[in-house]
């Protein structure tokens, strides 16, 4: 007997989680089916609104998880609308809607101009969908654009090298030159110190003669000048002169 009452109440209970759920799920619809009326006249703040209620009903609702991402994106919110994404990912069964999922993450990291991420976004979006020719042709162009940032990066390095070695030169050439000026004054003050040393130091003086030496002085001199007058009549009687004619 209390077996047979013990069904009857799991019954009961079975039921009311049942309308519950039901009840919830038409919520949900409802709350959904105004956030994408709202979506399609641009009204994105509300449509977040809308989704953002009917996913406190059911937070598994894949429409709803990708909706909001889509009224997140057309704001700009790129990281959040991302996060719905993902979350619409982990609830999905079907291969399209993840396809979607992964090629608007690859847009929200394209609008970041984070390449490496769309790009293996994208291919996520191709695997589970190969014919789609949007994600592809975003794919390449991610492609293009990284080899771009690259290429310009390893530029940008270059230039940053030779920068460096620019600085590094100016600067040890100007270090060169401060040394060559502190060793010139070096120079100066220490000749000013010299200069001012001489100038110190007594000068020798005119040494004074004795009579005796004053007289051979003289003499000295006096024979010196006969030599000088000797030497130039020498020469005079030695040069050539002219001879008159013999008629």
Known sequence: ??????????AVIALIIAQTQAHA??????????????????QYADAEASYKKALERNNKSVEGNYNLGNSLYEQKRFDAARQQYANTIKSATGKAVK??????????????????????SYKNALKANPADEQARYNLAYAQAMLKKQNQQGG???DKEN?????????????????QDKKDQQQNQDEQKDQDKKDQQ???PKPSKLTPEEAKRLLQNLAQQEKK????KMKKVKGTPGQVEKDW
């Open 1 to 10: 007997m209390r077996k047979y009452i013990f069904h009857i109440t799991v």
């Open 25 to 42: 799920q038409e919520g949900t619809s409802k709350l959904i089916r105004r956030g994408n009326a709202q979506y399609k006249k641009q």
């Open 99 to 120: 396809a979607d999922a992964n090629y608007n993450i690859g847009n929200t990291f394209m609008e970041d101009k984070k390449w490496e991420e769309s790009i293996k």
């Open 155 to 157: 530029g940008k390095d």
């Open 162 to 178: 030779k920068d460096k070695q620019k600085n590094q030169k100016d600067k040890k050439d100007q270090d060169k030159k401060d």
């Open 201 to 203: 130091q007594p000068q």
């Open 228 to 231: 000088l007058q000797e030497d």
